[in-house]
């Protein structure tokens, strides 16, 4: 390929130039922004998390020794992008504050074969990987002899975080991978895991589904959406953060004081951070993320999750994944629609195939979790509209479901699966 002046620039020489550089300390005050990092944009316009520097700093060195088991020396692999805040924290700053070799992967978890990231794995002896459900999902339409044809021997764990981990995807790579599969839960707006599975302090044993104990430094209450006040063990509630905020946490929206406290501080008579994410918490003390609060839909006066939807269909073993929105109905309020990609798409290749998966499907939902929940219709879609960070963008598909504008797509990453949605819904 022929570089262009002006605009390109050669590797080995900028390499050459700049390899022996020394570049000065700069003390900065612990407090002072280190960078602006923008929201997914999952549930409308991205909001602008600014973070400090010193605890910030802190709490990832203290994250890699006792969450992620990383240690000087040693390869930590996040398949995430370096514009998100899994690769800002756990491809960026984290490793390079530590001493740990970090590895940058650009492309398909499938090119040039599913195997990839295993083959990365064995050849850099990576001791921790991070990635997410929604990758998963991709490798579980592949072969899964593909796990079996590298030394995966250094792993010690493999962690997620993004999405909700559902139980059928989480047995499928636990088996695959024969290494244990921890999930954990945080936000951009936190900079690192607020509940976690903690091995590198003490291993407690795991349960599918929950992403783990509040992390240290956090005081985590589940609230009531209606009283504030704390719900029971096994109740549902709104996820809180009882200030202050652990070191390195967002200090402010960009930009705009205002809208940090408005938006995160103020929807409860206490003052507590808002997650804005459903959750329940058992008897033992392991969370569990239940969805969005926006998320949530009024069926005939029931309210539902739409996370609960997408476990009961997810358990088909056709599925690969699925998104489940509500639908405004003129009778119930509203009813559950869901979009689904399979493992194997050539398997409604014959006439009728179609519908006969669609009821068994629907099926399922009414046999875990009875008829009220039961979706209207389940379209079969080659892709789903997700953000680049990998998240499905559920307000966009409802938007378009009710024939209206699929607002903010500023973090859309495939403009095709739009399009899969309106042709499902015969908008075009
Ligand atoms: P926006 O705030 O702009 O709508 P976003 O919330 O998707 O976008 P992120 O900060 O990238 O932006 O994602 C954090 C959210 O991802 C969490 O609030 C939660 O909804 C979801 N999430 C992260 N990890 C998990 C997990 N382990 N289980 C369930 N949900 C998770
Ligand atoms: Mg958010």
Same mark, same amino acid.
């Given at each position: 390929?022929?570089?262009?002046?002006?605009?390109? @620039?050669?590797?080995?020489?900028?390499?050459?130039?700049?390899?022996?550089?020394?570049?000065?300390?700069?003390?900065?005050?612990?407090?002072?922004?280190?960078?602006? &990092?923008?929201?997914?944009?999952?549930?409308?316009?991205?909001?602008?998390?600014?973070?400090?520097?010193?605890?910030?700093?802190?709490?990832?060195?203290?994250?890699?020794?006792?969450?992620?088991?990383?240690?000087?020396?040693?390869?930590?692999?996040?398949?995430?992008?370096?514009?998100?805040?899994?690769?800002?924290?756990?491809?960026?700053?984290?490793?390079?504050?530590?001493?740990?070799?970090?590895?940058?992967? %650009?492309?398909?978890?499938?090119?040039?074969?599913?195997?990839?990231?295993?083959?990365?794995?064995?050849?850099?002896?990576?001791?921790?990987?991070?990635?997410?459900?929604?990758?998963?999902?991709?490798?579980?339409?592949?072969?899964?002899?593909?796990?079996?044809?590298?030394? &995966?021997?250094?792993?010690?764990?493999?962690?997620?975080?993004?999405?909700?981990?559902? %139980?059928?995807?989480?047995?499928?790579?636990?088996?695959?991978?024969?290494?244990?599969?921890?999930?954990?839960?945080?936000?951009?707006?936190?900079?690192?895991?607020?509940?976690?599975?903690?091995?590198?302090?003490?291993?407690?044993?795991?349960?599918?589904?929950?992403?783990?104990?509040?992390?240290?430094?956090?005081?985590?209450?589940?609230?009531?959406?209606?009283?504030?006040?704390?719900?029971?063990?096994?109740?549902?509630?709104?996820?809180?953060?009882?200030?202050?905020?652990?070191?390195?946490?967002?200090?402010?929206?960009?930009?705009?004081?205002?809208?940090?406290?408005?938006?995160?501080?103020?929807?409860?008579?206490?003052?507590?951070?808002?997650?804005?994410?459903?959750?329940?918490?058992?008897?033992?003390?392991?969370?569990?993320?239940?969805?969005?609060?926006?998320?949530?839909?009024?069926?005939?006066?029931?309210?539902?999750?739409?996370?609960?939807? %997408?476990?009961?269909?997810?358990?088909?073993?056709?599925?690969?994944?699925?998104? @489940?929105?509500?639908?405004?109905?003129?009778?119930?309020?509203?009813?559950?629609?869901?979009?689904?990609?399979?493992?194997?798409?050539?398997?409604?290749?014959?006439?009728?195939?179609?519908?006969? &998966?669609?009821?068994?499907?629907?099926?399922?939902?009414?046999?875990?979790?009875?008829?009220?929940?039961?979706?209207?219709?389940?379209?079969?879609?080659?892709?789903?509209?997700?953000?680049?960070?990998?998240?499905?963008?559920?307000?966009?598909?409802?938007?378009?479901?009710?024939?209206?504008?699929?607002?903010?797509?500023?973090?859309?990453?495939?403009?095709?699966?739009?399009?899969?949605?309106?042709?499902?819904?015969?908008?075009?």
């Amino acid at each position: 390929m022929k570089l262009v002046e002006g605009r390109d @620039v050669d590797y080995e020489t900028i390499r050459a130039k700049h390899m022996d550089a020394e570049v000065p300390v700069v003390w900065l005050e612990s407090n002072e922004p280190s960078y602006i &990092l923008y929201t997914s944009g999952t549930t409308g316009i991205p909001k602008g998390v600014q973070r400090d520097t010193g605890g910030y700093t802190v709490a990832l060195a203290a994250t890699m020794q006792h969450l992620y088991c990383a240690y000087p020396g040693e390869a930590m692999f996040a398949t995430s992008d370096i514009g998100w805040v899994v690769g800002h924290s756990y491809i960026v700053y984290a490793p390079l504050i530590t001493g740990v070799t970090t590895i940058m992967y %650009e492309g398909l978890p499938t090119n040039p074969d599913p195997g990839i990231w295993w083959k990365i794995v064995q050849d850099y002896k990576v001791t921790s990987m991070f990635s997410s459900p929604t990758a998963v999902r991709v490798l579980k339409s592949q072969d899964p002899k593909y796990m079996k044809m590298y030394d &995966l021997s250094a792993l010690r764990y493999l962690f997620l975080a993004g999405e909700p981990l559902d %139980e059928p995807t989480s047995r499928w790579i636990n088996d695959g991978l024969a290494r244990p599969v921890l999930d954990h839960y945080w936000q951009t707006e936190t900079g690192w895991p607020m509940l976690t599975y903690l091995p590198g302090v003490e291993l407690k044993p795991n349960r599918f589904g929950s992403p783990g104990l509040p992390n240290f430094g956090y005081n985590i209450k589940v609230i009531s959406e209606g009283t504030g006040e704390e719900v029971g063990p096994g109740e549902k509630g709104v996820l809180v953060v009882v200030p202050p905020l652990p070191p390195g946490n967002l200090s402010t929206v960009w930009g705009d004081d205002e809208r940090f406290v408005k938006s995160y501080f103020s929807g409860f008579k206490e003052m507590v951070y808002s997650s804005f994410d459903w959750a329940v918490r058992d008897e033992d003390g392991y969370y569990f993320i239940m969805g969005r609060t926006d998320d949530v839909i009024n069926v005939a006066g029931h309210r539902l999750g739409t996370r609960e939807i %997408e476990e009961a269909i997810q358990n088909h073993p056709a599925i690969a994944e699925v998104a @489940v929105i509500g639908v405004a109905d003129k009778l119930k309020g509203q009813v559950p629609v869901g979009f689904a990609r399979l493992k194997d798409p050539s398997q409604l290749g014959t006439e009728g195939a179609a519908e006969k &998966l669609e009821k068994e499907v629907i099926g399922k939902v009414q046999e875990i979790l009875g008829a009220v929940a039961k979706p209207s219709r389940v379209h079969f879609v080659t892709a789903l509209p997700k953000t680049r960070s990998g998240k499905l963008l559920r307000r966009s598909i409802q938007a378009l479901a009710e024939g209206r504008d699929p607002g903010d797509l500023s973090t859309l990453d495939d403009p095709n699966s739009l399009e899969e949605v309106r042709r499902a819904v015969g908008q075009s």
